[in-house]
């Protein structure tokens, strides 16, 4: 699965970015992708960042997929 353009925006931002988006969108993908980018490619250490979300089974998806992609060298 590859981000779609506004996703990339989204996905390599500075700053602070809210994603408001429908279910099946790409949402946790995206924001993982986020994630990853600002571990490896701003060296941001994982106390920097903060992802919320509203459900405690979006925040477990996340997770797996963060730690999913953390593992993939």
């Known amino acids: 699965m ?3 353009e506004q996703q990339q925006r989204a ?3 500075n700053g602070n970015v809210a994603v408001i988006a ?6 946790t ?9 600002h571990l490896r490619v701003r060296e941001f250490s994982p106390l920097e960042i903060v992802a919320v979300t509203y459900t405690e ?6 997770r797996s997929r963060i730690r999913l992609l953390v593992t993939i060298p």
């Open 11 to 13: 996905a390599y931002a």
């Open 29 to 37: 993908y995206m924001l993982a992708e986020r994630y990853l980018y």
């Open 57 to 62: 089974k979006a925040a477990a998806e996340l």
């Open 2 to 4: 590859s981000l779609t």
């Open 22 to 27: 429908g279910a099946g969108t790409g949402k």
